[in-house]
């Protein structure tokens, strides 16, 4: 495999666990369980899941309220793309 065949898988992770702890931190919210810390949640979409956070976060309706993640999430996402299109550009140039 090549190395963009590499992030792509890592990216796919990434988004997918960004997801599901969206969804799991949502349902224990309902349920008065242990919750997910928020610091957590930003962490998984600083490494490269924003997309799953923000698709999570909508499909949830989980933490839209909250302004540090209605603009958070999406400045993240925006930091990951131009880092993504550097990335590119760097290999392909």
Request: no cysteine.
């Amino acid at each position: 495999m090549d190395l963009y065949q590499y992030v792509i898988m890592y990216l796919l992770v990434v988004n997918l666990i960004s997801f599901y702890l969206m969804g799991s931190d949502k349902d224990r919210a309902r349920k008065g369980k242990y919750r997910i810390s928020e610091r957590t949640l930003f962490f998984w979409a600083m490494i490269g899941g924003s997309v799953g956070s923000i698709v999570g976060m909508q499909l949830f309706r989980h933490k839209t309220r909250h302004l540090n993640f209605r603009l958070g999430m999406p400045a993240i996402l925006v930091l990951e793309l131009y880092m993504l299109l550097e990335f590119v550009l760097e290999f392909t140039i």
